[in-house]
């Protein structure tokens, strides 16, 4: 996997702050721009190709605050943050277990498996990109496998009934049900649910989570014949097994900014409390050249 490593000058703490994690300061982005302009670039590049790039940012004195700053300002450079939720609006997500959750929960909530997915499947509109800073890894476990689209429609074609799970991941709309934190009302009351093929009609863009679809099926079984279930497990268990997988581990100070709709991404079951990530989902709408 390409890495680029990113540094910010010294002199950041005297000049930088933050406020509700808003992007600010924008003078002094410029400077910065200037000084990062060919990483930048780089970065753009190798996610355009690969779609996937790992950042090492130079360890350094500066605080956390200054740290979610630079990391915003970055994917604001790339391209357009987003809020992830109805309620909290946060664009920057602390990714810590959480206790005694008593609801349907999001992966990032948790410290169980979480298995190849796609983020924001059940959004209308996911977002195309996210990045993923690891401020505090895992003790043991906690391991992430990323899988391309293309490793999937390859392994699709050695499949038995490879035609016809292509005709269903292509054709049909299955139900994601929407986490309980990404609703209306953060809680259990709302029940929504969004339908959506699970690849693209010209197979370049796929989004995928089994446990929201088979939670949406509890609710409202008829949303699939019995064939069209028999298929989406069967697409779940070939990606699980026979799919081909990169395995990556964080260490702090790494981050990752990863195409969420050319690659699923799976995290492996860890256990320790103090785990801590930071994600960043945004959008490439603009390009941007320039912060403005
Ligand atoms: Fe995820």
Redesign the pocket.
Known sequence: MESIHLSLPDWIDDYMYLTDEKIIAKKYSNIIWDLLATELDNIKEILNTKGVVKILIEKSEYSEDILKWFLLWICNYLGIPTYTDQVQKKMLWNITPKENINRFTT??EVDGE?LL?T?SQFSPQPEHYFLLYCSIPANIWGISYLVEIKDILEEIKKEINGNDILKFLNEVKVPFRVPSIFTKTWDDSSIEIYKSTILSKDNKEIRFRFDTVEEALKIAPNLLTDKEIRLFRYFQEMLEHRVKKVNIKLKSWECLIIDNKKLL?WRTAFEDPNRLLYRIRFNNNIWKTKLC
Do not use: E, I, P, T
Request: hydrophobic share 35%.
């Open positions: 992966f990032s979480a997915h983020d991404h």
